[in-house]
T-cell receptor, first 111, second 112 residues
Framework: SQQGEEDPQALSIQEGENATMNCSYK?????LQWYRQNSGRGLVHLIL?????REKHSGRLRVTLDTSKKSSSLLITASRAADTASYFC???????????FGTGTRLTIIP | DAGVTQSPTHLIKTRGQHVTLRCSPI?????VSWYQQVLGQGPQFIFQ?????ERGRGNFPDRFSARQFPNYSSELNVNALLLGDSALYLC???WGPGNEQFFGPGTRLTVL
């Protein structure tokens, strides 16, 4: 079963704009991770945020975590054509060693 | 350093057969996890091994089994294949449970 739900399911924006994706989950977590997947192949880890952190940055990426609402968001600033991919959030629950992925957001950057 | 490697890249089997998928983790990583990804969905957790012991199992039937070897490489075995087992099988390695995972390119399994 999927722990997380990403929103929106698909997003198309112009190159240079910012893209925001949201993730909601159901149980208490140890950490939450974001991954990118190109063309249905292997996933690439983007960022990990722990349950006691509220915001984290990595280059053009900004992730927020609200444990009271059981939600996270991924912001990609100044988007590029190479950012076109599927983005997944994954949660690592307390007391349960299963990294559980959401359903993903398909992001398309229009040149 | 080499990333996570998986073999084979593609595989075609018929119903009822069995399959073995292989994974070599990044050097130094002691944890290997397996995932099944059906087209249009997120990866589904199958197994996690750490220091050669099973640390987690997803909601998959007993036809699915795995093991981790002393060199930390891993095999995923699926018996009595069904059409619904057709998917991309992903292996990921990490320093340990809960850490960021590094994924291999996957094995595309087609069951006819």
């Amino acid at each position: 079963s999927q722990q997380g739900e990403e929103d929106p399911q698909a997003l198309s924006i112009q190159e240079g704009e910012n893209a925001t994706m949201n993730c909601s989950y159901k149980t208490s977590i140890n950490n939450l991770q974001w991954y990118r997947q190109n063309s249905g192949r292997g996933l690439v880890h983007l960022i990990l945020i722990r349950s006691n952190e509220r915001e984290k940055h990595s280059g053009r990426l900004r992730v927020t975590l609200d444990t009271s609402k059981k939600s996270s968001s991924l912001l990609i600033t100044a988007s590029r054509a190479a950012d076109t991919a599927s983005y997944f959030c994954a949660t690592y629950p307390f007391g349960n060693e299963k990294l559980t992925f959401g359903t993903g957001t398909r992001l398309t950057i229009i040149p | 350093d080499a990333g996570v490697t998986q073999s084979p890249t593609h595989l075609i089997k018929t119903r009822g057969q069995h399959v073995t998928l292989r994974c070599s983790p990044i050097s130094g990583h002691k944890s290997v996890s397996w995932y099944q990804q059906v087209l249009g969905q997120g990866p589904q957790f199958i197994f996690q091994y750490y220091e050669k012991e099973e640390r987690g199992r997803g909601n998959f039937p007993d036809r699915f089994s795995a093991r981790q070897f002393p060199n930390y490489s891993s095999e995923l075995n699926v018996n009595a294949l069904l059409l619904g087992d057709s998917a991309l099988y992903l292996c990921a390695s990490s320093w340990g449970p809960g850490n960021e995972q590094f994924f291999g390119p996957g094995t595309r399994l087609t069951v006819l």
